[in-house]
């Protein structure tokens, strides 16, 4: 190792840095007006870009960790050792490659470069080159990124495909991205097709929410509420998933409704801070894990002086984080509240061909999900009508029967132990206690994890019915009066659709 690090550092990291994303320079040619960069290109006593040497020792330290993939960014990375020809970066791409073995090495750029630079061999040994456009026409890209940056951008796209490079495109989505041209089309969809024309390999968007983050307060007046980005993004999600492109598309979620985080938080709470993956390098010696908190004094290191410092102070980023659980992302959660939804990471984009995805093997979770089996707790003080109940449920290929209960205070109890999914349960067994109470302590612990009731029973009271479904809500499912298969097949059916547990 080049650098002394502290052990802290090597044990949050252990053996699961993947990925390094390289800010070589905070220096840009182009002042877009939702750029995350703002304040680190605007103002910096010092350092503005990382130096030779030290990026050399970095990337080699990394490569050590374990990091297989490396993202040369900035600021606009092409303008790094610019007054040498780029030989810095030139020479950085090389050993890279060549000399540390990177599987994987791409550079993130505005396209205002010189297109010479597409010639050189160094230039030639990257994987991947993504060009950054808002838009499918410069009358949407250059308000946003600078006037005449469109069409620079798309002659050096044009050129490195002549040149045989594999290129993808970055776009952020804007209010503008969300409307449709004369013919009904959304332009995030024209945005793809432009790609797809183009022939592009991949395309890749990000989100320009106000989350309540720092760079909400410099990132421009281009965002767009969640439920209008609910209904496009669910217009072209239904189109990757029918195969309607040509290429990949990898497109953030960004929410999810809490009932279906719940059905899935270890799917929906993909958090890079908590799988320890990645790592963001910065010219001003800052280490940190989320992009969002890129223009803040939040991050978990610094180096300096040939040393790598954990940050013990109130500034680690880590410190807000529940680290051993799944939870919506907490640095989009800390001063918004988004009623029934919740925010995913920026970096949550299912279906994603995206190296680490892949190997982190992130869809399978998604698909454990879907052929999970519902879990049932069965409650009678009958043996005999209790198995029965038991054996129409245990034929039910979707149902897992997890305990069975005789009396009402065994009911909450294996209810809390075994948290089920659904309850069939007795509502009057005859005792001080009846389906109503199990109710009210049930989601006095569960609060919303409380399980879906259904009770066995002729009648309930109306007021009890009507004090359950003020309590729960739609989780007081139905009352049973028949005792037949065909039943109990229905209430599963009509609870598997409920919860879209189909895909």
């Not at 965002?223 to 598309?249: A, M």
């Not at 985080?261 to 929906?268: A, D, L, R």
């Not at 995805?357 to 009678?380: D, N, V």
């Not at 007795?426 to 109503?436: A, E, Q, V, W």
Request: aromatic share 12%.
């Amino acid at each position: 190792m080049n650098y002394k690090m502290d052990q802290k550092f090597k044990d949050y990291f252990k053996n699961n840095l993947r990925q390094v994303f390289f800010y070589l320079i905070d220096d840009c040619n182009l002042r877009c007006e939702q750029c995350l960069y703002k304040l680190d290109i605007g103002f910096h006593l010092q350092k503005k870009e990382i130096a030779f040497e030290d990026a050399v020792k970095l990337i080699s330290d990394f490569r050590e960790m374990g990091a297989i993939k490396l993202t040369l960014m900035g600021g606009e990375p092409t303008l790094y050792g610019i007054k040498e020809n780029n030989k810095p970066l030139l020479d950085l791409i090389r050993i890279a490659k060549q000399d540390l073995g990177y599987e994987y090495v791409r550079i993130d750029t505005n396209g205002q470069f010189k297109s010479e630079l597409l010639e050189q061999p160094e230039f030639k040994m990257l994987d991947e080159i993504t060009f950054s456009i808002d838009g499918p026409t410069a009358e949407i890209n250059d308000p946003i990124r600078g006037y005449g940056s469109f069409e620079k951008c798309v002659k050096n796209i044009k050129k490195a495909k002549e040149l045989g490079y594999n290129i993808d495109i970055t776009s952020c989505i804007s209010k503008e991205m969300t409307k449709r041209d004369e013919d009904g089309n959304l332009y995030l969809d024209r945005m793809i097709k432009f790609a797809e024309d183009m022939g592009i390999d991949k395309i890749n968007f990000h989100n320009l929410f106000k989350m309540g983050v720092p760079r909400d307060y410099f990132s421009g007046n281009l965002d767009i509420s969640i439920k209008e980005w609910l209904n496009v993004w669910d217009e072209i999600q239904e189109k990757v998933d029918n195969n309607e492109y040509s290429i990949p598309v990898r497109i953030p979620q960004s929410f999810t409704t809490k009932k279906e985080f719940e059905k899935n938080p270890k799917y929906y709470g993909y958090c890079s801070c908590k799988n320890g993956t990645r790592i963001l390098a910065h010219p001003n010696g800052m280490l940190r894990v989320c992009s969002l908190m890129i223009g803040t004094p939040y991050g978990i290191a610094r180096y300096y002086d040939d040393k790598i410092v954990w940050d013990e102070s109130p500034t680690n980023e880590l410190l807000a984080h529940k680290m051993n659980e799944d939870t919506p992302c907490t640095n989009q959660s800390k001063q918004n509240k988004y009623g029934e939804f919740v925010p995913t990471c920026v970096s949550f984009k299912p279906r994603q061909s995206e190296l680490v995805w892949q190997e982190l093997e992130w869809e399978k979770r998604r698909l454990e999900s879907m052929m999970k089996k519902i879990k049932t707790l069965i409650a009678y003080d009958n043996e005999e009508i209790k198995n029965r109940i038991a054996g129409i449920l245990g034929e039910i290929e979707d149902v897992e029967v997890v305990a069975t209960s005789n009396t009402p205070e065994d009911t909450y109890n294996k209810i809390i132990q075994f948290r089920p999914e659904m309850v069939f349960a007795k509502y009057d067994f005859g005792t001080d206690m009846n389906g109503l109470d199990i109710i009210k302590q049930s989601k006095a612990v569960l609060k919303d994890s409380v399980p879906a009731f259904n009770f066995i029973a002729t009648d309930i009271p109306k007021e009890d019915f009507l004090e359950a479904k003020r309590i729960i809500g739609d989780k007081m499912n139905t009352i049973i009066r028949e005792e037949n298969p065909s039943r109990y097949t229905g209430i599963i059916k009509d609870y598997k659709e409920y919860m879209n547990y189909t895909d």
